[in-house]
Antibody, heavy 121, light 112 residues
Framework: QVQLQESGPGLVKPSETLSLTCTVS??????????WSWIRQSPGKGLEWIGY???????NYSPSLKSRVTISVDTSKNHFSLKLSSVTAADTALYYC?????????????WGQGTLVTVSS | DIVMTQSPDSLAVSLGERATITCKSS????????????LAWYQQKPGQPPKLLIS???TRESGVPDRFSGGGSGTDFTLTISSLQAEDVAVYYC????????FGQGTRLEIK
């Protein structure tokens, strides 16, 4: 059974770049038929999809965040990463990584436990 | 963006009774070429990530109790719990995957 685990700083200063990594175990980021995704959850905005990456490196980002988001994958380490630039307090949220089934935009069949990121000086 | 609207925002049901949550999409989620609805349901308990319950509007995931069922087509969908158990207390979300990804705002289910 695939497991995902987020890691990264829990506190980021305004205007800086948020960086998180998701390590996958019990499965491979190189598997066909799955995207590898980031989703965030905040009290104000609920669940918000950020974007995904395929093992080939193909990415797809939410239009509302596209200008600030980069998702990358390292197949040798079996992990994928999120960078969100120029953060503000509005980016404070619980960030999840998830496996997304490759059908149209896909649904999420496995999730990490989530990591809380606070944007504050 | 496709907007997903759930109702009610919160719901209190007695143990053993039926609970029904509604999800409406701002446009049809039915893909005509395969006659499938691109709609999923999740359950989120406190301190846990969402858990996939149902995909394709009505296909229950492996291990999900059969008291959970999904229905509907096009723009109107339901999640029904036929006989509420204490462990079903959670927030439930719908999600469309027809065009990009958007979630409903969530419905909090409690015991009456």
């Amino acid at each position: 059974q695939v497991q995902l685990q987020e890691s990264g700083p829990g506190l980021v200063k305004p205007s800086e770049t948020l960086s998180l990594t998701c390590t996958v175990s019990g499965g491979s980021v190189s598997e066909n038929n799955y995207y590898w995704s980031w989703i965030r959850q905040s009290p104000g905005k609920g669940l918000e999809w950020i974007g995904y990456i395929y093992h080939s490196g193909t990415t797809n980002y939410s239009p509302s965040l596209k200008s600030r988001v980069t998702i990358s994958v390292d197949t040798s380490k079996n992990h994928f990463s999120l960078k969100l630039s120029s953060v503000t307090a509005a980016d404070t949220a619980l960030y999840y990584c998830a496996r997304q089934v490759e059908v149209h935009s896909g649904f999420f069949d496995s999730w990490g436990q989530g990591t809380l990121v606070t944007v504050s000086s | 963006d496709i907007v997903m609207t759930q109702s009610p925002d919160s719901l209190a049901v007695s143990l053993g009774e039926r609970a029904t949550i509604t999800c409406k999409s701002s446009q049809s989620l039915l893909y005509n070429s395969n006659n499938k609805n691109y709609l999923a349901w999740y359950q989120q308990k406190p301190g846990q990530p969402p858990k996939l319950l149902i995909s394709w509007a009505s296909t229950r995931e492996s291990g999900v109790p059969d008291r959970f069922s999904g229905g509907g087509s096009g723009t109107d969908f339901t999640l029904t719990i036929s006989s509420l158990q204490a462990e079903d207390v959670a927030v439930y979300y719908c999600q469309q995957y027809y065009d990009w990804v958007t979630f409903g705002q969530g419905t909090r289910l409690e015991i009456k």
